[in-house]
């Protein structure tokens, strides 16, 4: 039951290619952003769209895997967890930042 405390699946497409940072000889980081929308009727009955977007940071093999197969529009699925984190910026003000650290990916489609 512990595996569950803390996870988070996502269906969206991706905003761009993903950004690479090799550490080392072999380790890998990958960044990126996916959007997922959610359809709902206003009062005058009209359909809405309603976009969010999602940071996502994957590691290792996962990084591997979105360097050599994603690019920017593909819809993917993916699941992970939800990290806070924040930092002081060169001007001493503390940012805050909410990613999905994701550890599954799968491709679901072509790119938009």
């Known amino acids: 039951m512990s595996a569950i405390r803390n996870q988070v699946q996502l269906i969206g497409n991706l ?11 072999d380790k890998k980081v990958a960044t990126f952003s996916i959007a ?16 969010q977007w999602h940071n996502v940071v994957a590691w290792g093999r996962t990084a591997q895997l979105a360097e050599r197969y994603l690019d920017k529009g593909m ?7 939800i990290v806070y984190r924040q930092y002081d910026d060169k001007e001493g003000n503390k940012k805050h930042i909410t990613e999905v650290v994701a550890n599954e990916i799968l491709l679901l489609g072509k790119k938009n």
Do not use: C, V
């Open 36 to 51: 997922t929308s959610d359809y709902y009727y206003d009062n005058k009955g009209e359909k809405q769209q309603q976009t």
């Open 75 to 81: 819809e993917i699925a993916l699941s992970g967890k």
């Open 15 to 25: 905003g761009k290619k993903p950004e690479i940072k090799t550490f080392g000889e």
